[in-house]
């Protein structure tokens, strides 16, 4: 069984940065896409930034020009960088993995138990 362990969150100031991080442990055949999510209180969760094996990666219109998303494929780790943050960003974030178990199966949804960004003064 994998898990995604994600490091990072905490309290910050408008206009300040963090940097979130989620790596992946456990035995596995390959990952595919990663990505973040975030879920604000009293709302659903909603994609932040995903980044495929190869680099590519894809952002919401709210976090793009602040955030970027990141990958170390030999350290299975995903990273979000993220500047200029907003009170709005406020959420808990939540890393997504795309991981699958042998060559021939097909890829299954992974999640982390989350980690708070609180964005205040």
């Known amino acids: 069984q994998v898990h995604l362990v994600e490091s990072g969150g905490g309290v910050v100031q408008p206009g300040g940065s963090l940097r979130l991080s989620c790596a992946a442990s456990g035995s596995f055949f390959s990952i595919n896409t990663m990505g973040w999510y975030r879920q604000a209180p009293g709302k659903e969760r909603e994609l932040v930034a995903v980044?495929?094996?190869?680099?590519?990666?894809n952002y919401a219109d709210s976090v793009k020009g602040r955030f970027t998303i990141s990958r170390e494929n030999p350290k299975n780790t995903v990273y979000l960088q993220m500047n200029s943050l907003k009170p709005e960003d406020t959420a808990v974030y939540y890393c997504?993995?795309?991981?699958?178990?042998?060559?021939?199966?097909?890829?299954?949804?992974?999640w982390g138990q989350g980690t708070l960004v609180t964005v205040s003064s």
């Open positions: 997504n993995a795309q991981i699958r178990y042998s060559s021939w199966a097909r890829f299954l949804e992974h």
């Open positions: 980044i495929t094996s190869s680099g590519n990666s």
